[in-house]
């Protein structure tokens, strides 16, 4: 995002520039040519703002999606690992029941 805003000012000073060489800004010098050029800029910004507003969107979505399987992830390694341990102390209980079997 800082780079896009970085480009966009260096875009503003060279419009500014070549504002300035081509009518001294001066009102009376503008033509129809500038408020063409400058209705130009703004849709070309408009297009490229939608366009990296769009894929940043997508980036961010993703990546809360690969947060929220994770989390899932931990989840279920939690569960397992607490079935893994049921499992192990009743496989010990058993152990000792069939060492000590009871008349």
Do not use: C, W
Not at 45 to 71: C, D, H, N, P, W
């Amino acid at each position: 995002m800082k780079s896009l805003s970085i480009t966009g000012l260096i875009l503003l000073a060279v419009s500014a520039l070549l504002f300035y060489l081509t009518t001294d800004f001066a009102v009376e010098q503008i033509k129809i040519s500038h408020i063409m050029g400058m209705m130009a800029g703004v849709g070309i910004g408009l297009i490229i703002g939608g366009l990296v507003g769009y894929l940043s969107k997508g980036t961010a979505i993703r990546e809360e999606q690969k947060k929220k399987e994770f989390k899932q992830l931990q989840k279920d390694k939690e569960e397992l690992e607490k079935q893994a341990a049921d499992i192990a102390q009743r496989q010990a209980e058993l152990e000792r029941q069939n060492r000590n079997p009871q008349i």
